[in-house]
C-alpha cells in the first residue's frame, strides 16, 4: 500500500491528463449516443411514413378549406354589402380585371 501512495504522491500531475481523457471519452459517448438516436429517429420515420402522409394531407386540407372559406367570406362581404357597390362600382364590372 506505501508503494501506492509512493507512486500517487510522485505522480500527482497525471490527474490532468487523464481527466482530459476522460472528457473526450465522455464527449465521443455523447456524440455517439446521437448518432444513435438519429438513425432510430430515421428508422421510426421511414417505418410510419404513411401515417405521417396521412396526418400531413388531412392538415392540409383543413388548411386549405380554412383559406378557402376566408376567402369566400371576404368576398361575400364585398358582393352582398350595397354600400361597397356604390362606393367600389368597379369591384362588379366585369370588363375590369
Not at 472528457?23 to 421510426?44: D, F, I, P, T, V
Amino acid at each position: 500500500m506505501e508503494s501506492l501512495f509512493e507512486f500517487l504522491s510522485d505522480k500527482w500531475w497525471l490527474v490532468f491528463p487523464l481527466a482530459a481523457f476522460t472528457g473526450h471519452w465522455a464527449n465521443s459517448w455523447r456524440k455517439a449516443s446521437e448518432r444513435r438516436h438519429q438513425r432510430r429517429m430515421e428508422l421510426y420515420k421511414l417505418r410510419n411514413q404513411h401515417l405521417a402522409a396521412e396526418q400531413a394531407s388531412t392538415a392540409e386540407v383543413e388548411a386549405l378549406m380554412a383559406t378557402h372559406d376566408a376567402t369566400t367570406r371576404r368576398w361575400l362581404d364585398y358582393e352582398l354589402d350595397v354600400g361597397k357597390l356604390i362606393d367600389f362600382p368597379l369591384m362588379t364590372d366585369v370588363r375590369e380585371p
